[in-house]
């Protein structure tokens, strides 16, 4: 037989010999007494908890409301139809996984640096948009008919930067980011842009064992030819682009990224555009110093 070592007794047993004393010494209304300052003591701490816990909330929903006025109608507009079409694309296979949700929430924690108040923003967003039966062709009509091409153009591209933070991305997925691409009304060569350099990424990050989270990226460029690749898939190009088709694609990028174009979705989605003409300056550059242009 397993010793199995014994358990100090509880709270119960001393209250049980503190009412025995006090029915010994007081009497059956002493007793009752005592049991009437307990339960008011429980029921004290359990309206006390409730009340934290509703005036918490209150508090986290004011803030919420107050941030939700403070933007645009067009950010708002914005960061809705992208939870919208995002949780209708995790709703594709029948349910919406628990990692799938933690990954939009990793996007916009770590790729747009939201802050708790936004967070909760999100989260009763995503709420909402997993209890709706809105079709996906319908929500990317009303962003096409709502925003205009650059917007559109970021909106596909934060869906393959989702996407992409998955180790391997099922063609049924990347079919769906196409069709979404064909709803907003985006040139084909502007969507394998996107796509080509997603691939890129995720091929760099399985070669050199990186990883991904949440959109943030880590991988090792190795050789030259390696980090030539890596700006050609920046630009969106195939290695061994024209000169032609880097000059071109830089013009189109630098265009559909400048921060003017986003001012009216706010400070994060400016950001988000000033480090992606970042990047895009960062390979221009490249090609410059090194001959190609």
């Known amino acids: 037989m397993r010793y199995q070592q014994q358990q100090p007794p509880g709270c119960g047993g001393c209250l049980l010999i503190a009412a025995i004393l006090i029915l010994l010494t007081g009497g059956a209304p002493a007793l009752m007494n005592f049991i009437g300052t307990i339960f008011y003591f429980v029921m004290s701490l359990g309206v006390l908890g409730i009340g934290g816990f509703m005036l918490f909330s209150w508090l986290i929903r004011k803030r919420v ?16 139809l992208l939870v919208n079409i ?30 708790q ?57 990347l079919n769906v980011a196409r069709h979404i691409a064909q709803l907003l009304q985006i040139f084909s060569r502007d969507q394998q842009t996107l796509e080509n350099k997603y691939r ?44 032609d088709q880097i000059k071109k694609a830089y013009r189109t990028l630098s265009m559909q990224y400048h921060p003017d174009k986003v001012r009216n979705l706010g400070e994060e989605f400016q950001k988000m555009a000033e480090e992606k003409m970042k990047e895009i300056n960062v390979a221009h550059d490249y090609f410059e110093r090194n001959g190609y242009l």
């Open 65 to 80: 409301s107050e941030y939700e006025q403070s933007q645009t109608e067009n950010h708002n507009r914005f960061v809705w």
């Open 200 to 243: 890129f990424h995720q091929q760099s990050r399985t070669r050199s064992g990186g990883s991904s989270y949440g959109g943030q990226r880590s991988y090792s460029t190795g050789s030259t030819g390696d980090e030539a690749a890596k700006h050609y898939a920046t630009l969106g190009l195939s290695k061994g682009a024209t000169a």
């Open 117 to 173: 108040t936004q967070m909760s923003w999100v989260k009763e967003l995503i709420k909402e948009a997993t209890n709706s039966d809105q079709p996906l062709d319908t929500l990317c009509v009303e962003f096409r008919q709502t925003f205009p091409y650059e917007h559109r153009f970021i909106l596909l591209e934060l869906v393959y930067q989702i996407l992409f933070t998955k180790t391997s991305v099922p063609e049924t997925e």
């Open 86 to 115: 995002l949780i209708t694309i995790a709703k594709i296979d029948g349910q919406i996984t628990r990692a799938e949700v933690q990954t939009i929430h990793n996007f916009f924690q770590i790729n747009l640096r939201y802050n």
